[in-house]
Antibody, heavy 121, light 110 residues
Framework: EVQLVESGGGLVQPGGSLSLSCAAS????????MDWVRQAPGKGLEWVGR??????????EYAASVKGRFIISRDDSKNSLYLQMNSLKTEDTAVYYC????????????WGQGTLVTVSS | QSVLTQPPSVSAAPGQKVTISCSGS????????VSWYQQLPGTAPKLLIY???ERPSGIPDRFSGSKSGTSATLGITGLQTGDEADYYC???????????FGGGTKLTVL
């Protein structure tokens, strides 16, 4: 059974940093692209960024709203995905989901339960 | 303002059919696969349709997807009260080098 379990959410002050983790199981993690998607309270889905697999040199892409502030990385030996968030803003407050990209890159077939990040003074 | 445009809400009676549209451009829907997600209240989104019209295992054939040009459509037949949820379309945008989503459509089953 595929499972994605996020951790690391919490309350942080504006300008601060926070690191999220996603533990994956039930599939060959190293084969898949992995993304982060977020959802602000009462709002729609917003893509945060992507970490491609080893075959694609672990290259990354980021949404314009987080580029230069967030870093996505992975450790295939630990079946884990990470999101390092720096220079946090109040508008970064959201539930952050770890998601697996389908093999055809045509969607997100598995989602974690999400972890809430609140940026507030 | 979302890159993909969806109607904010749709409604229909139990047993009826509803369609949800998703409009984009040549840089996104026109040249990439579209996916659809269902988000029940208080839960994580769930994949309903990928690669424009493919259903993951476990998704009933009441749910269907189609794409034509720069627009995509999610169809739901035999509506049930349990289908009340928010529905999102998504795809890759080659100009932005980013995944883009629609703003979401709230389905009400009257």
């Amino acid at each position: 059974e595929v499972q994605l379990v996020e951790s690391g959410g919490g309350l942080v002050q504006p300008g601060g940093s926070l690191s999220l983790s996603c533990a994956a199981s039930g599939f060959t993690f190293s084969d898949h692209y992995m993304d982060w998607v977020r959802q602000a309270p009462g709002k729609g889905l917003e893509w945060v960024g992507r970490n491609r697999n080893k075959a694609n040199s672990y290259t990354t892409e980021y949404a314009a709203s987080v580029k230069g502030r967030f870093i996505i990385s992975r450790d295939d030996s630990k079946n884990s995905l990470y999101l390092q968030m720096n220079s946090l803003k109040t508008e970064d407050t959201a539930v952050y989901y770890c998601v697996r990209v389908t093999s055809s890159w045509g969607g997100f077939d598995y989602w974690g339960q999400g972890t809430l990040v609140t940026v507030s003074s | 303002q979302s890159v993909l445009t969806q109607p904010p809400s749709v409604s229909a009676a139990p047993g009826q059919k509803v369609t949800i549209s998703c409009s984009g451009s040549s840089s996104n829907i026109g040249n990439n696969y579209v996916s659809w997600y269902q988000q029940l209240p208080g839960t994580a989104p769930k994949l309903l349709i990928y690669d424009n019209n493919e259903r993951p295992s476990g998704i009933p054939d009441r749910f269907s997807g189609s794409k034509s040009g720069t627009s995509a459509t999610l169809g739901i037949t035999g509506l049930q009260t349990g289908d009340e949820a928010d529905y999102y379309c998504g795809t890759w945008d080659g100009s932005l080098s980013a995944v883009v989503f629609g703003g979401g459509t709230k389905l009400t089953v009257l």
